[in-house]
């Protein structure tokens, strides 16, 4: 099945104590992206990446990390997390496909950071 | 300003109800575009792409219109199974996807 999977699905952890997020997707997408989802806000992108070795910065990029090592990983770092990183965040998939390029979404992460 | 407004709503509407909902852009770079449906904080998922042409799906219409920058999501008949967060899209050659804040729409029996 077609998928992407994130781990852990719940975090709560305190502040300053680094975390990693992972993302996997089976589809050999060449595209991987990070979302953080805030009540009134919708998706801000994080990072994203257009292939292996390849990332760049999205909108909201401060106090995050991440990697692409192998094409179907993705992992989201936070090196020293705050409260105000406490958010619902999303990995998302994609390849182009004719003129659009959708992408998948993975179930989410709900991070809480005391 | 936002890249990609929305109304955030809600609209609740009757069973059987057609309703529209609009969304701006401000990127003319933009080259594609995407409705999204979301529900109760789980992933968006693809509701449908949207043509210059416009396009139809079953229920839905959605439509573009590049001169004054805005999208159109119309569904027909709605039903309760409807309810959800539409989220309007905006991509530039699958580098730069920017979502809208959500739409939601509520479907009353």
Known sequence: EAQVTQNPRYLITVTGKKLTVTCSQNMNHEYMSWYRQDPGLGLRQIYYSMNVEVTDKGDVPEGYKVSRKEKRNFPLILESPSPNQTSLYFCASSSPSGRNYEQYFGPGTRLTVT | ?109
Not at chain 2, 26 to 34: D, I, K, M, P
Not at chain 2, 54 to 69: V, W
């Open chain 2, 1 to 109: 300003r936002k890249e990609v407004e929305q109304d955030p709503g809600p609209f609740n509407v009757p069973e059987g109800a057609t309703v529209a909902f609009n969304c701006t852009y401000s990127n003319s770079a933009s080259q594609s575009f995407f409705w999204y449906r979301q529900d109760c904080r789980k992933e968006p998922k693809l509701l449908m792409s949207v043509y210059s042409s416009g396009n139809e799906d079953g229920r839905f219409t959605a439509q573009l219109n590049r001169a004054s920058q805005y999208i159109s999501l119309l569904i027909r008949d709605s039903k309760l199974s409807d309810s959800a967060t539409y989220l309007c899209v905006a991509d530039n050659y699958g580098q730069n996807f920017v979502f809208g804040p959500g739409t939601r729409l509520s479907v009353l029996p």
